[in-house]
């Protein structure tokens, strides 16, 4: 299901927006890799004035404790509610200006948050999918600017998908325990698949032995309450927990299919780029261009670097480059390798014109404590300005 589905299909029909389509719509971005400054405006859409962090929690909280029967102390929704506004307000705040440093602070503390909700158990399903979509999406934007993320991200998002699925599924079996008292004083009748031969039983409280009703003349009496109960019982407990199920593999599913790989684009990177060249800017968030006259390098550059790749990874660099005026420019885009020795692997020279210019280097990364810079080189100093495209420049890493 993609980002766009998941919207229309599910928050758009919602007056006020519900705690599973947040979640829900979250992991449609990180899997579409929405990330910096973007994913930014779309949370705040959704965890906005229009539906407060607490609102979600305490309506998840209720959903969840009507269907097994449970009851959470006010004083600790109180709690999880203020420790996840918080980290909602600061991600609002530094990811759009792609703060590293307090991103992997916060990511942190939302994966303290998502598993103390695992710890409490069944009760804090909707807690945890808030925390862990909030976790998922800072790993999201960390995995793009250090590659010891990026194991990070598959491996929580699958960790998380299996414990959410595993609670959802229970909250449905313990919707299926339960009926209505008026069936008889203290005893309750197991609905399983609603088989209606079974109307005439019931199970101990004490054990899970089954038991017939005694006494032909009442049976017809006790069969047909069970019957109104257990269907009254169905249709408003165990069907919704059904859908909401259905919506939570919707997300999980999403979740397990954050690849292995990443995708890094410079618009995402912006405020990491790095310039070898005096003179550059960045025009309407869409490129970077800059130029060296009177500067000091034979051949300046634009550079990204990343850190922490594990060995045998692949890079895959596409540049999308032009000149603002026509000039004899050479142009070359290359990976280096930076470790026990710094290894070049190059494009090759091409000429840059007015007209746009895609290319594309291929490395292998041999070292375990090297890092990667992917580097735009201009060989001159003239004052003419090199445009990057930062929408199409990108790294991939598989």
């Known amino acids: 299901m993609t980002r766009e589905n998941y919207q229309n299909n599910f928050i758009e029909e919602t007056f006020v927006v519900d705690w599973m389509a947040v979640a829900g719509w979250i992991a449609a971005g990180i ?14 859409k959704l965890l906005g004035i229009e539906s407060s962090t607490d609102q ?3 309506s998840s909280v209720d959903e969840i404790c009507q269907r097994i029967d449970q009851i959470v102390n006010q004083q600790f929704i109180e709690e999880w509610s203020a420790d996840l506004e918080a980290v909602r307000k600061d991600i609002l705040m530094y990811l759009p200006k792609q703060d590293t440093d307090m991103i992997k602070q916060l990511e942190g503390k939302v994966h303290i948050l998502a ?14 999918m ?30 998380y998908a299996d414990w959410a699925e595993a609670k959802s599924t229970e909250i449905i079996e313990l919707a299926k325990t339960f009926v209505s008292s008026s069936c008889s004083s203290g005893r309750g009748l197991p609905v399983g698949d609603m088989d ?18 005694s006494g032909s003349e009442n049976l017809s009496v006790y069969k047909g309450r069970c019957e109104e109960n257990r269907l009254n019982h169905y ?8 859908e909401r199920h259905n919506q939570i593999i919707d997300c999980v599913k999403l979740w397990r299919s954050i690849p292995a790989n990443t995708s890094i684009v410079f618009r995402d990177v912006e405020n990491l780029l790095q310039y070898r060249c005096k003179n550059h800017s960045l025009e309407r968030g869409v490129i970077v261009q800059g130029n060296d006259r009177d500067g ?8 990204y670097d990343l850190m922490n790749l594990p060995e045998n990874t692949t890079i895959h660099f596409y540049s999308k480059t032009r000149a603002d005026k026509e000039i004899n420019r050479i142009g070359e885009i290359v990976i280096w390798e930076l470790g026990s020795e710094n290894v070049p692997v190059s494009s090759g020279q091409f000429k840059v014109s007015i007209d746009w210019n ?17 580097e735009i080189y201009w060989h001159d100093n003239e004052e003419v300005n090199t445009i990057v495209d930062v929408q199409e420049t990108r790294i991939e890493i598989t």
């Not at 899997?31 to 705040?44: P, Q, Y």
């Not at 000091?296 to 550079?303: D, G, R």
């Not at 490395?363 to 992917?374: L, Q, T, V, W």
């Open 296 to 303: 000091q390098y034979s051949n300046p550059s634009i550079h």
């Open 235 to 242: 249709n408003n407990t165990v069907v919704p927990a059904l």
């Open 115 to 128: 598993e103390r909700f695992i710890m409490e158990g069944t009760k804090t399903l909707g807690p945890f």
């Open 130 to 159: 808030i925390s862990a979509s909030m976790d998922l999406v800072c790993l999201r934007y960390l995995s793009s600017t250090n590659g010891a993320f990026v194991q990070d991200l598959t491996s929580r998002a699958k960790e």
């Open 358 to 374: 895609v290319n594309k280097v291929v490395a292998i990364k041999k070292e375990s404590n090297s890092n990667i810079r992917c």
């Open 31 to 44: 899997v579409s890799k929405l990330a910096g400054d973007t994913i930014g405006v779309e949370l705040e």
């Open 56 to 58: 979600l929690i305490r």
């Open 196 to 213: 209606p031969q079974n109307y005439a039983y019931y199970t101990s409280q004490w054990g899970k032995k089954k038991h017939r009703w």
